[in-house]
């Protein structure tokens, strides 16, 4: 029998997997229950709605985000060094995490569903903003090295390239899930991102995707 933490966990999980297979709006309670194994009141005890469980599962889910990206993104890793693990690391994210058979681009759930959120789906939409301010502090990093570095073209400002890299990103997930395809997410990601961070010519790379460092790597 699941303890009280083991069952919180389960659901969080479990509604994530779902969320992530179809969207927020057709999951139900119901179906996240059964597919989780536990009652309806053991649900209640945890969660009051399915919207209170989005946002905690969205918390959860990027405790597991963040340590892969703070792998990526050692200060052992030079920035260009640490940009080309974030290529490989969208590319590995969508290999380890889709559905064979089924959708071979997942993109995330939150941001997906965030998307999908109506004007009465104030914190799903709050969850979703919660979770890019966190990606965004990243990217910011990540673009403060790189032009700190002098591989960037011009005098870009920080703050807006970090924002449309995370523009870029979701949106050719997005259109990748769209086609179901991941060749098409691996035809334009990396050029696509050299070509909006306006990265120098001479620092481009061609090649295969490979692994991305993980946490354990770092560690």
């Not at 700190?148 to 920080?158: E, K, M, Q, T, Y």
Request: contains cysteine.
């Amino acid at each position: 029998m699941r303890n009280a933490a083991e069952t919180r966990v389960k659901l969080l999980e479990t509604a994530t997997r779902l969320i992530w297979q179809s969207n927020y709006s057709s999951v139900g309670v119901n179906e996240i229950c059964k597919q989780a194994g536990v009652t309806k009141g053991a649900f209640y005890h945890h969660f009051e709605s399915k919207a209170d469980l989005y946002v905690a599962a969205s918390r959860h889910y990027w405790d597991y985000m963040k340590s892969d990206l703070d792998a990526i993104y050692s200060p052992s890793y030079t920035p260009l060094e640490q940009l080309d693990n974030l290529i490989h690391l969208i590319i590995d994210k969508q290999e380890s995490e889709c559905f064979p058979s089924e959708l071979e681009v997942v993109g995330c759930p939150f941001f997906t569903s965030g998307g999908q959120a109506g004007a009465e789906d104030a914190k799903i939409r709050m969850a979703a903003r919660e979770m890019e301010g966190h990606v965004h502090k990243y990217n910011v990093a990540l673009i403060r090295g790189l032009k700190a570095d002098g591989v960037l073209n011009g005098d870009p400002d920080v703050d807006q390239l970090a924002r449309l890299v995370h523009h870029f990103i979701q949106g050719i997930l997005m259109t990748g899930r769209v086609l179901n395809s991941l060749d098409a997410v691996r035809a334009d990601l990396r050029d696509g991102i050299y070509r909006l961070i306006d990265l120098k010519e001479e620092y481009r790379v061609e090649g295969p995707e490979v692994r991305a460092p993980s946490a354990a790597d770092a560690a």
